[in-house]
T-cell receptor, first 113, second 111 residues
Framework: DTAVSQTPKYLVTQMGNDKSIKCEQN?????MYWYKQDSKKFLKIMFS???????INETVPNRFSPKSPDKAHLNLHINSLELGDSAVYFC????????????FGPGTRLLVL | GESVGLHLPTLSVQEGDNSIINCAYS??????FIWYKQESGKGPQFIIDIRSNMDKRQGQRVTVLLNKTVKHLSLQIAATQPGDSAVYFC??????????FGTGTSLTVIP
């Protein structure tokens, strides 16, 4: 069974569209994250949720809105997509956050045309 | 954000040789570090970690060295194998807050 799963794996869309990426973890972890990895492989945290509560919100455009319906799920909705949003988005989870090891999903490759 | 950099963006080694991947960090308050391995098309995977009260930690074929004086971290991989080809990231953490990742080093193992 996949520990952290993301859908879709690939997402190609037009500029201006709205899209969502879903993430689920079956590890029983309390904390989930969204990271963005650019074309140079730089990995930067976007959001972190602990038990459905937002605890980290880095400087991310408000077009990005995370939503955690329960502690096993953390979805990312992106409004008015821009070319610069093209990247790989990784979901991750950890037992309790802090220095706990983070387990990453396989990534969603977003390409905005 | 914090600056976590790598000295070399790419590294090529012969199969069987040892690999050393370096990482410089900027915040002397960082007290916990992790090395991640990211294979092509996959998410980062935990390899080994080290706390600031240690200067060396060994795992299976991997060793992490921490030099707090010069704020430098290295990952040594013994007897490098083709399966070790990947991008390696160091990440630093300060007082249990979020991790800051470096830009990554791409390791290529030549058979």
């Amino acid at each position: 069974d996949t520990a952290v799963s993301q859908t879709p794996k690939y997402l190609v869309t037009q500029m201006g569209n709205d899209k969502s990426i879903k993430c689920e973890q079956n590890l029983g972890h309390d904390t989930m994250y969204w990271y963005k990895q650019d074309s140079k492989k730089f990995l930067k945290i976007m959001f972190s949720y602990n038990n459905k509560e937002l605890i980290i919100n880095e400087t991310v455009p408000n077009r990005f809105s995370p939503k955690s319906p329960d502690k096993a799920h953390l979805n990312l909705h992106i409004n008015s997509l821009e070319l610069g949003d093209s990247a790989v988005y990784f979901c991750a989870s950890s037992h309790r956050g802090g220095t706990e090891t983070q387990y990453f999903g396989p990534g969603t490759r977003l390409l905005v045309l | 954000g914090e600056s976590v950099g790598l000295h070399l963006p790419t590294l090529s080694v012969q199969e069987g040789d040892n690999s050393i991947i370096n990482c410089a960090y900027s915040n002397s308050a960082s007290d916990y570090f992790i090395w991640y391995k990211q294979e092509s098309g996959k998410g980062p995977q935990f390899i080994i970690d080290i706390r600031s009260n240690m200067d060396k930690r060994q795992g299976q074929r991997v060793t992490v060295l921490l030099n707090k004086t010069v704020k430098h971290l290295s990952l040594q991989i013994a007897a490098t194998q083709p399966g070790d080809s990947a991008v390696y990231f160091c990440a630093e953490n300060i007082a249990g807050n979020q991790f800051y990742f470096g830009t990554g080093t791409s390791l290529t193992v030549i058979p």
